[in-house]
């Protein structure tokens, strides 16, 4: 395997790393979030509850590192893939931006939804604050095995995006267990648990898949 690395990538990468910079300077309270919602969830959790839906500017500038680093990682998987028609440049990659920015506000819009139909009270406060930290830290995780692997070859490329597909599953699977505890913890009914799931997280998922297989399907 050649390498996976073009030039175009250096901006994307540069800009990212300085808004984590710039968070990491300006927004101490929010690495200090990201670790409670591992560490001592109890303050997470009052924390999401306290700020309801709140749009934060630390969230708000590493929406971009969320996008970009899923957009790469999934760019460099399905360039690395025989399976999977995609052409080289920007092009690709910003479209690939643009369907992955879509999906998570597919999930903002769906929240509102099950919102407006149930009454998931707490619940649906601490699932989203947890889903958007969850979320761009994985994003940040995505991006730096996308650099490793883009400047890899042979051996260590498809073996750090096979490590980026664990995690990214990994995530995945952490969301749906909170989503759940926290629907439990509230006494949320099982109905109301099942459309959480489906609406919130599965959803969106079978969105990205289908788009995906559709526009850059071989």
């Not at 490590?163 to 759940?180: K, M, P, Q």
Request: proline residues 4%.
């Amino acid at each position: 395997m050649d390498h996976l690395f073009e030039p175009w990538m250096t901006w994307f990468l540069l800009g990212a790393l300085i808004l984590v910079v710039l968070v990491r300077v300006q927004y101490p309270q929010y690495i200090q979030l990201l670790g409670y919602n591992f560490t001592n969830y109890r303050i997470a959790k009052q924390t999401f509850i306290d700020n309801e839906y709140q749009i934060k500017p630390d969230w708000l500038f590493m929406f971009p590192v969320l996008v970009i680093g899923h957009a790469l990682f999934l760019f460099l998987f399905l360039k690395s893939s025989a399976s999977f028609a995609i052409a080289e440049g920007v092009g690709p990659f910003l479209t690939m931006c643009f369907l992955v920015a879509m999906v998570f506000m597919l999930k903002i819009v769906a929240m509102q939804l099950v919102s407006t139909i149930g009454k998931p009270g707490n619940s649906l406060k601490v699932y989203y604050g947890n889903s958007i930290l969850v979320s761009e830290l994985t994003g940040s995780v995505l991006l730096l095995l996308s650099i490793a692997a883009s400047l890899s070859e042979g051996g260590p490329a498809p073996l750090l995006i096979y490590v980026g597909i664990g995690i990214y599953l990994l995530s995945y699977l952490f969301r749906l267990f909170r989503g759940v505890i926290a629907a439990i913890e509230n006494r949320i009914s099982l109905n109301y648990i099942i459309l959480y799931l489906c609406t919130l997280e599965i959803l969106p998922f079978v969105v990205l898949l289908k788009v995906f297989s559709t526009v850059y399907g071989g």
